[in-house]
């Protein structure tokens, strides 16, 4: 049994299988009468896959999301472990750089990554290692 979608006009516009969509099908945004149920909506390309808040001491500050652990490996320095390793090392953490450009305050950038987790360093404008708190949120295929 399937159900439609209705305008304001009254016609059906879309009828809906019960079919449920797959982890292929949200990744690559097919459009196919299908419903997406909550558990799959995380696979589509424009949802963070994890998401992050760290104490300026190095600690996780709970809630978190798709974080299995941070490790505090030396003042300035973050490793972020992935509950779901990712598909490839290109994942996108915004506000992050890879490498310093001229910079005129605090700063992050991504020191390493591999697919199970990413190093973060943490370092001010004289480009000396500082503990800072900070928030990210992680997008990519997992």
């Given at each position: 049994?399937?159900?439609n979608f209705?305008?304001s006009?009254?016609e059906?516009?879309v009828q809906?299988?019960?079919?449920?969509a797959?982890?292929?099908?949200?990744?690559?945004?097919t459009?196919?009468?299908?419903?997406v149920?909550p558990?799959?909506v995380?696979n589509?390309?424009g949802?963070?896959?994890?998401w992050?808040?760290i104490?300026?001491d190095?600690?996780l500050?709970?809630?978190?999301y798709g974080?299995?652990s941070?490790g505090?490996?030396?003042t300035g320095?973050?490793?972020?472990?992935?509950t779901t390793a990712?598909?490839?090392?290109?994942?996108?953490m915004?506000?992050?750089q890879?490498?310093p450009?001229?910079?005129?305050g605090?700063?992050?950038?991504?020191?390493?990554?591999?697919t199970?987790d990413?190093?973060?360093?943490?370092?001010?404008a004289?480009?000396?290692a500082?503990d800072?708190?900070?928030?990210?949120?992680?997008f990519g295929d997992?």
């Amino acid at each position: 049994m399937g159900w439609n979608f209705y305008n304001s006009n009254g016609e059906a516009l879309v009828q809906h299988a019960e079919s449920e969509a797959t982890k292929a099908e949200m990744e690559a945004e097919t459009a196919s009468p299908i419903f997406v149920p909550p558990d799959l909506v995380k696979n589509s390309p424009g949802v963070a896959k994890a998401w992050f808040s760290i104490a300026a001491d190095g600690s996780l500050e709970s809630p978190d999301y798709g974080i299995a652990s941070i490790g505090d490996t030396g003042t300035g320095q973050r490793d972020i472990n992935f509950t779901t390793a990712f598909s490839s090392t290109v994942y996108a953490m915004p506000g992050l750089q890879v490498a310093p450009a001229a910079v005129t305050g605090t700063y992050l950038e991504i020191a390493g990554r591999t697919t199970a987790d990413t190093d973060l360093s943490c370092r001010d404008a004289s480009n000396l290692a500082k503990d800072i708190a900070s928030v990210h949120a992680i997008f990519g295929d997992q």
